[in-house]
């Protein structure tokens, strides 16, 4: 059983930073792709930023280009999201998630094999 767990979220004002991990257990990470999204009250669940088994690859959604970094640490079963310049439109509840083909870069929620159960993320302004 694959299981992803997430932490880092908080509170933070507008303009900060905050990075967020998500650690992988069960079986193999590194051939895994991962993903993170974001889910505000109300509203459905969206694409943040996805990245390849390898890191090689990487993909962002273009609300947050330029501010985010999506990365991992295979050796630590870790996919890390680096938030900066934070808006209070970036405010959500972050799931990371994970798909065993590993060389897909993919937007498609319904790709995602496995999800954390998220971590809440609020920028005040």
């Known amino acids: 059983q694959v299981q992803l767990v997430e932490s880092g979220g908080g509170l933070v004002q507008a303009g900060g930073s905050l990075r967020l991990s998500c650690v992988v257990s069960?079986?193999?990470?590194?051939?895994?792709?991962m993903g993170w999204f974001r889910q505000a009250p109300g509203k459905e669940r969206d694409f943040v930023a996805a990245?390849?088994?390898?890191?090689?690859?990487?993909d962002y959604a273009d609300s947050v280009k330029g501010r985010f970094t999506i990365s991992r640490d295979n050796a630590k079963n870790t996919v890390y999201l680096q938030m900066n310049s934070l808006k209070p439109e970036d405010t959500a509840v972050y799931f990371c998630?994970?798909?065993?083909?590993?060389?897909?870069?993919?937007?498609?929620?319904?790709?995602?094999?496995?999800w954390g159960q998220g971590t809440q993320v609020t920028v005040s302004s």
């Open positions: 998630a994970a798909h065993d083909r590993g060389y897909l870069l993919t937007r498609k929620r319904g790709e995602y094999d496995y």
């Open positions: 990245i390849t088994w390898s890191g090689g690859k990487t």
């Open positions: 069960g079986r193999t990470f590194s051939g895994r792709a």
